[in-house]
């Protein structure tokens, strides 16, 4: 029998994959911006299924906050009159559909071959113990320490070229 927790994630992770979808064919950028505010606030709902609180409070924080703000002020920003036309990749619609069902019957053919990785250090009783945050923060500064730095290098290399190309031409 399915149980109540397996259905709200199963009512989350359906209503992501919509969301995402919605947000990405809808025409008015402010309602593909709020479709993708409502798509982060059920990701934080799915990490709070998965008993990661500060994940959840992360998505929250960050991304339906900083990260939505930036995209709302990029769209009053760029104040666009006209729809953008773009070329399509495929010109047929019938051929680009065909590649989009080949694609999901091998991800669905693969997905039978997919196996569980060794397990790591952390046993759901010492996470319960030491709390979520912390053993995130032990594996990042710890094992995880040169990815960790190499992540804020290339977000700073990012911010400098986000600089860069946003100073106008008289200032270079």
């Not at 919605?22 to 299924?49: I, K, S």
């Not at 051929?95 to 071959?113: E, K």
């Not at 094992?143 to 730095?149: K, N, S, Y």
Request: with cysteine.
């Amino acid at each position: 029998m399915i149980s109540s927790a397996q259905m709200i994630f199963a009512y989350l992770a359906c209503a992501i994959s919509v969301l995402a979808l919605l947000a990405v064919n809808m025409r008015n950028p402010v309602h593909c911006v709020l479709m993708v505010l409502v798509m982060f606030f059920h990701m934080a709902g799915l990490y709070l299924t998965l008993n990661a609180e500060f994940l959840a409070a992360v998505q929250v924080i960050v991304y339906a906050g900083a990260v939505l703000v930036l995209y709302l002020f990029v769209v009053f920003l760029v104040n666009l009159k006209t729809e953008i036309r773009v070329e399509r990749f495929i010109s047929s619609h019938k051929l680009g559909m065909l590649l989009a069902v080949a694609l999901w019957l091998l991800l669905l053919a693969a997905q039978h071959s997919f196996r569980l990785g060794i397990p790591g250090k952390w046993t759901i009783a010492a996470i319960r113990e030491a709390t979520h945050t912390k053993a995130l923060g032990t594996e990042l500064l710890t094992d995880f320490a040169l990815p960790f730095e190499i992540t804020g290098i290339i977000l700073l290399v990012a911010v400098v070229g986000g600089i860069f190309l946003a100073k106008s031409e008289k200032t270079r």
